[in-house]
């Protein structure tokens, strides 16, 4: 079986351990459901038979209490267990023991009144807790032998999701169940009985899928240690051992403190709104209820399964620790029996599944192999030290007589506390996965070949630059989280500082460059990713300018690997230079489509501004040439080529007609009609006097340029001569070549700086070809440049003898 570190490794996981991980899940939810199956039958018991009874009158604190102590008795040897023998057997051995758990329950049900009767089946349901104890840890420590660290985090919340469905569906179906029985026939006993009977059939169900998960190792390294059964705090040493464990745990240990108290309260609830216990409405107004909290956890769940399906999103937490305060307070303010006190319940639930899928998830991952079972057993007993007191809390506010809303409403101040020290204790995550939040809601961020980012130690990466947004964007893109380089003019603008500290940015000076070097290098050093724009500026032009040679000198100080990172899509955003505005154009759309490529590591000393530059460029290539935008393209790739790749760069305007001075199937008029069809509000015309002069942008060869009126807009002179146009001309030159029919470069309008950044950005250089265009690859060889990746799948080249490829981008005589 592969181990952890070669899943990590390779991109799709095995089908084997898929099934695996699916049966894992159907197991642990049929346990679960069963589980809670025949609590609720024993709480409807209760419910009808409460006067009878002084353990009925608080089933469900007593129930409550048994399934803890199992926790608290067995948690180290239950660890042990799962840490020293095959996690897949002692799942097989907790579906026999679940088997013997019902026969016992069935027995003692069907003695109805005999004295007693009630307390044997608490002591089934007690050894029917001591087989989920013993389960857990094996359940949740074979999910990482199954599906590596890095589907750790989406697993996690698979497992958490079917578990609080199978919880909560359990509870559900055992009070409907109860609730039509006790209807039809009215025998409070029989009515619980006959629906144990049937879902026990369950059990042998769950045995099988058991049997069928993926054999995992046993571990003869952990050995039996003398008195290990009564080192009942042994585990939680190790849980607090290491401060990021110990403050999941007593997070996780909350949730359930929380839950437990909810489910507590839920059934003085229902005997209020059903104080008659003569019929089966109060089974079924618990069932209901339990229902409705269900469907909120499991969305909350869900959903936090699926923001943490690339990384454990720990800025979760905290927001759902205030979505808990609110739904607490909205279900206790809300008239009893109401849709807004259900709905309530609802939101309460959901902020539970936010607030607890990441703990989890981050939990199992912290935890060592030779550990994770051990871990989680110590966390369990946690678990029940805080279902005792929620035990103890709802006894002493039933003995006060408070309604359930007053109970709602008191628990809101514990949790208020606790969610302002989980926002204390992740202020950096809560700030970043709110603006990732609104990130992902402007753009829809596709991250490519994210197994080239190293998954620990020092990295720089090197992305091109684009926009305002870029930080946030590749902060959504990247699974570790990522340090910025911001300049120090910024970092000490007093209303940004502290948000800028909070997101854990590198400030550094353009006039200390030693110093920017250092605080880089010492980040690096420290294991952390940090984000550099080698660019220092955004682009005006659309295309990347010259890469600063900083960078070397931070990376092998802080030998760290280096990963180029090519942003594609956001120009154009209202973010971006597009139009020679920032922020002042409306969206084209909302969930704008960017996809962020990383490169193949890089080397420290390899990592030069050339190679840099190069790999950008080819990852360029690869987002242009995979745009659904080539869809339509239809017969004429080569004019369609071209009019995308220009349209891609800085140079027209809204309300352009563009006039063609060449016949009508050359290489420049088709390349004109394809722009027009790109470029909204153009139009196309063949004669100057059809539109204004100011208007005109017009496309020839440099034999056509006398027929213009000098007059126009702009004029870019296309075609495939290498030598320079005459100085008198004023047109912008552009080089096709003529055996592909391909525009490999053109030179556009010096943009203008932006307030506030008065570096120039230069779109033309006498003696050039003008700057390389967007998407291309290019090679330096000994006789001059090649350029590749002119098509969709089309591997011709274009050579250009005695040019290369400067740092600024232009396409240069050598």
Request: positive net charge.
């Given at each position: 079986?592969?181990?952890?570190?070669?899943?990590?490794?390779?991109?799709?996981?095995?089908?084997?351990?898929?099934?695996?991980i699916?049966?894992?899940l159907v197991?642990?939810?049929?346990?679960?459901?069963?589980?809670?199956?025949?609590?609720m039958?024993?709480?409807?018991?209760?419910?009808?038979?409460?006067?009878?009874?002084?353990?009925?009158?608080h089933?469900?604190?007593?129930?409550?209490?048994i399934?803890?102590?199992?926790?608290m008795?067995?948690?180290?040897l239950?660890?042990?267990?799962?840490?020293?023998?095959?996690?897949?057997?002692?799942?097989?051995?907790?579906?026999?023991?679940?088997?013997?758990?019902f026969?016992?329950?069935?027995l003692?049900?069907?003695?109805?009144?005999?004295?007693?009767?009630?307390?044997?089946?608490?002591?089934?349901?007690?050894?029917?807790?001591?087989?989920?104890?013993v389960?857990?840890?094996?359940?949740?420590?074979?999910?990482k032998?199954?599906?590596g660290?890095?589907?750790?985090?989406?697993?996690?919340g698979?497992?958490?999701?079917?578990m609080l469905a199978?919880i909560?569906?359990?509870?559900?179906?055992?009070?409907?169940?109860?609730g039509?029985?006790?209807?039809k026939?009215?025998?409070a006993?029989?009515?619980?009985?006959?629906?144990?009977?049937?879902?026990?059939?369950?059990?042998?169900?769950?045995?099988?899928?058991?049997?069928?998960?993926?054999k995992?190792?046993?571990?003869?390294?952990?050995?039996?240690r003398k008195?290990?059964?009564?080192?009942?705090?042994?585990?939680?040493?190790?849980?607090?051992?290491?401060?990021?464990?110990?403050?999941?745990?007593?997070?996780?240990?909350y949730?359930?403190?929380?839950?437990?108290?909810?489910?507590?309260?839920?059934?003085?609830?229902?005997?209020?709104?059903?104080?008659?216990?003569?019929?089966?409405?109060?089974?079924?107004?618990?069932?209901?209820?339990?229902?409705?909290?269900?469907?909120?956890?499991?969305s909350g769940?869900?959903?936090?399964?699926?923001?943490s399906?690339?990384?454990?999103?720990?800025?979760l937490?905290?927001?759902?620790?205030?979505?808990?305060?609110?739904?607490?307070l909205?279900?206790?303010?809300?008239s009893?029996?109401?849709?807004?006190?259900?709905?309530?319940?609802?939101?309460?639930?959901?902020?539970?599944?936010?607030?607890?899928?990441?703990?989890?998830?981050?939990?199992?991952?912290?935890?060592?192999?030779?550990?994770k079972?051990?871990?989680?057993?110590?966390m369990?007993?946690?678990?029940?030290l805080?279902?005792?007191?929620?035990?103890?809390?709802?006894?002493?506010?039933?003995?006060?007589?408070?309604?359930?809303s007053?109970?709602f409403l008191?628990?809101?101040?514990?949790?208020?506390?606790?969610a302002?020290?989980?926002?204390?204790l992740?202020?950096?995550?809560?700030?970043r996965?709110?603006?990732?939040?609104?990130v992902?809601?402007?753009?829809?961020?596709?991250?490519?070949?994210?197994?080239?980012?190293?998954?620990?130690g020092g990295?720089?990466?090197?992305?091109?630059?684009?926009?305002?947004?870029?930080?946030?964007?590749?902060?959504?893109?990247?699974?570790?989280?990522?340090?910025?380089?911001?300049?120090?003019?910024?970092?000490?603008?007093?209303?940004?500082?502290?948000?800028?500290?909070?997101?854990?940015?590198?400030?550094?000076?353009?006039?200390?460059?030693?110093?920017?070097?250092?605080?880089?290098?010492t980040?690096?050093?420290?294991?952390?990713?940090?984000?550099?724009?080698?660019?220092?500026?955004?682009?005006?032009?659309?295309?990347?300018?010259?890469?600063?040679?900083?960078?070397?000198?931070m990376?092998?100080?802080?030998?760290?690997?280096?990963?180029?990172?090519?942003?594609d899509?956001?120009?154009?955003?209202?973010?971006?230079?597009q139009?020679?505005?920032?922020?002042?154009?409306?969206?084209?759309?909302?969930?704008y489509?960017?996809?962020?490529?990383?490169?193949?590591?890089?080397?420290?000393?390899?990592?030069?501004?050339?190679?840099?530059?190069?790999?950008?460029?080819?990852l360029?290539?690869?987002?242009?040439?995979?745009?659904?935008?080539?869809?339509?393209?239809h017969?004429?790739?080569?004019?369609?080529?071209?009019?995308f790749?220009?349209?891609?760069?800085?140079?027209?305007?809204?309300?352009?007609?563009?006039?063609?001075?060449?016949?009508?199937?050359?290489?420049?008029?088709?390349?004109?009609k394809?722009?027009?069809?790109?470029?909204?509000?153009?139009?196309?015309?063949?004669?100057?006097?059809?539109?204004?002069?100011?208007?005109?942008?017009?496309?020839?060869?440099?034999?056509?340029?006398?027929?213009?009126?000098?007059?126009?807009r702009?004029?870019?002179?296309?075609?495939?001569?290498?030598?320079?146009?005459p100085?008198?001309?004023?047109?912008?030159?552009?080089y096709?070549?003529?055996?592909?029919?391909?525009?490999?470069?053109?030179?556009v309008?010096?943009?203008?700086?932006?307030?506030?950044?008065?570096?120039?950005?230069?779109?033309?250089?006498?003696?050039?070809?003008g700057?390389?265009?967007?998407?291309?690859?290019?090679?330096?060889?000994?006789?001059?440049?090649?350029?590749?990746?002119?098509?969709?799948?089309?591997?011709?080249?274009?050579?250009?003898?005695?040019?290369?490829l400067?740092?600024?981008g232009f396409?240069?005589?050598s």
């Amino acid at each position: 079986m592969p181990d952890s570190i070669d899943l990590d490794h390779s991109p799709h996981l095995p089908r084997r351990n898929w099934v695996s991980i699916v049966l894992v899940l159907v197991v642990q939810a049929l346990n679960s459901f069963s589980d809670n199956f025949v609590k609720m039958l024993l709480i409807a018991l209760s419910i009808i038979i409460a006067k009878d009874s002084w353990v009925g009158r608080h089933m469900e604190l007593w129930l409550g209490a048994i399934f803890s102590l199992p926790y608290m008795l067995f948690a180290p040897l239950a660890g042990y267990w799962s840490d020293r023998f095959s996690k897949r057997n002692v799942i097989i051995w907790m579906q026999v023991m679940q088997i013997i758990c019902f026969v016992w329950l069935a027995l003692a049900l069907w003695m109805k009144r005999v004295p007693g009767s009630l307390e044997l089946c608490l002591v089934g349901f007690f050894f029917l807790a001591v087989q989920a104890a013993v389960l857990s840890p094996a359940k949740m420590g074979v999910m990482k032998e199954l599906s590596g660290s890095r589907r750790l985090g989406r697993v996690s919340g698979w497992l958490q999701v079917t578990m609080l469905a199978g919880i909560l569906g359990g509870m559900w179906a055992g009070g409907m169940w109860y609730g039509a029985e006790y209807e039809k026939n009215g025998d409070a006993w029989m009515s619980a009985l006959w629906p144990l009977i049937i879902i026990s059939i369950l059990g042998i169900g769950e045995l099988i899928a058991a049997l069928c998960i993926q054999k995992t190792p046993a571990h003869h390294e952990v050995h039996w240690r003398k008195g290990m059964a009564l080192e009942h705090f042994e585990s939680l040493k190790i849980v607090f051992r290491r401060r990021s464990i110990r403050l999941a745990a007593l997070g996780v240990t909350y949730f359930w403190f929380i839950s437990n108290a909810l489910s507590f309260i839920l059934v003085t609830l229902t005997k209020e709104l059903h104080p008659d216990t003569g019929g089966g409405d109060g089974p079924m107004e618990l069932a209901k209820v339990a229902g409705i909290l269900g469907i909120g956890v499991i969305s909350g769940s869900f959903f936090a399964s699926h923001v943490s399906k690339n990384r454990i999103e720990l800025g979760l937490i905290p927001l759902g620790g205030f979505g808990l305060v609110v739904g607490l307070l909205w279900s206790g303010l809300a008239s009893l029996g109401s849709a807004w006190m259900y709905a309530g319940i609802i939101f309460t639930g959901a902020a539970g599944g936010c607030f607890m899928v990441p703990l989890y998830a981050f939990a199992q991952d912290k935890a060592e192999k030779q550990e994770k079972a051990r871990i989680h057993a110590g966390m369990n007993l946690m678990d029940c030290l805080g279902t005792l007191v929620a035990v103890a809390i709802v006894a002493v506010m039933k003995d006060l007589e408070l309604s359930a809303s007053t109970q709602f409403l008191l628990l809101s101040i514990p949790t208020l506390g606790a969610a302002v020290y989980t926002m204390r204790l992740l202020p950096q995550d809560l700030v970043r996965f709110v603006m990732l939040a609104a990130v992902r809601v402007i753009y829809k961020v596709r991250p490519f070949h994210e197994e080239h980012l190293p998954k620990t130690g020092g990295v720089l990466l090197l992305a091109n630059h684009v926009s305002y947004v870029d930080a946030l964007v590749i902060a959504a893109a990247c699974r570790r989280p990522v340090r910025f380089v911001i300049w120090d003019v910024l970092y000490r603008v007093w209303w940004m500082n502290g948000f800028l500290r909070l997101v854990g940015t590198v400030p550094i000076s353009p006039t200390r460059a030693k110093d920017a070097i250092r605080s880089v290098a010492t980040a690096l050093k420290e294991g952390e990713v940090v984000c550099l724009f080698p660019e220092g500026q955004i682009t005006r032009h659309g295309m990347i300018n010259e890469l600063r040679k900083g960078f070397e000198l931070m990376a092998r100080q802080g030998d760290a690997r280096v990963v180029p990172v090519y942003l594609d899509g956001l120009y154009g955003s209202i973010f971006s230079f597009q139009g020679g505005r920032f922020f002042t154009k409306m969206p084209h759309h909302l969930r704008y489509p960017v996809s962020v490529r990383f490169g193949a590591p890089l080397g420290a000393r390899e990592a030069s501004a050339e190679a840099v530059r190069h790999e950008m460029l080819k990852l360029g290539n690869q987002a242009l040439l995979s745009r659904k935008t080539w869809e339509d393209a239809h017969d004429d790739l080569p004019a369609f080529a071209n009019a995308f790749r220009l349209s891609e760069v800085e140079w027209h305007r809204p309300g352009d007609v563009f006039l063609s001075l060449e016949p009508e199937d050359s290489i420049v008029t088709r390349t004109v009609k394809a722009l027009t069809q790109m470029i909204p509000g153009s139009k196309f015309v063949t004669r100057a006097d059809q539109a204004h002069a100011s208007h005109i942008v017009a496309f020839g060869t440099r034999n056509k340029l006398p027929q213009l009126s000098g007059q126009e807009r702009l004029v870019f002179c296309l075609d495939s001569d290498i030598a320079p146009l005459p100085s008198e001309s004023k047109g912008l030159r552009g080089y096709i070549d003529s055996a592909t029919e391909v525009l490999v470069a053109v030179e556009v309008p010096d943009p203008v700086p932006a307030k506030g950044d008065e570096e120039p950005q230069h779109g033309r250089k006498p003696g050039s070809l003008g700057r390389l265009l967007p998407g291309f690859t290019i090679d330096h060889l000994p006789d001059g440049l090649q350029i590749s990746g002119l098509l969709p799948k089309n591997d011709r080249q274009v050579l250009l003898k005695a040019f290369h490829l400067d740092e600024h981008g232009f396409i240069s005589a050598s």
